[in-house]
């Protein structure tokens, strides 16, 4: 199993930047596709990005897309989940999470991953 830990969340006004980074240890971080999902207070963990082992695949939440850009560096075993144009509504905790893969189509569920981190807390001030 993947050990993973979210860093780089803060407060930020709106239309401001942050850059979450994970940090993975453990089981060789490149064999797995990577995601991040948040969760707000009293709702859902949801689905934001994902992107493929080799990056070849790269999925966003609607809400999202344009806005934030996932990445990996898979010689660092780090990710990343850059996040421009910040809005209030992405006031949430972010989770980075690693799966065996990515389904071809449809966005990815909680269910497609076996690891998690702890979170880091976002919070868009209007």
């Known amino acids: 199993q993947v050990q993973l830990v979210e860093s780089g969340g803060g407060l930020v006004q709106a239309g401001g930047s942050l850059r979450l980074s994970c940090a993975a240890s453990g089981r060789t971080f490149s064999s797995y596709a990577m995601g991040w999902f948040r969760q707000a207070p009293g709702k859902e963990r949801e689905f934001v990005a994902a992107?493929?082992?080799?990056?070849?695949?790269?999925v966003y939440v609607d809400s999202v897309k344009g806005r934030f850009t996932i990445s990996r560096d898979n010689a660092k075993n780090t990710g990343y989940l850059q996040m421009n144009s910040l809005k209030p509504e992405d006031t949430a905790v972010y989770y980075c999470?690693?799966?065996?893969?990515?389904?071809?189509?449809?966005?990815?569920?909680?269910?497609?991953?076996?690891?998690w981190g702890q979170g880091t807390q976002v919070t868009v001030s209007s």
């Open positions: 999470a690693t799966g065996p893969g990515l389904r071809l189509v449809g966005l990815p569920t909680k269910a497609d991953f076996n690891s």
């Open positions: 992107i493929r082992w080799d990056a070849g695949r790269i």
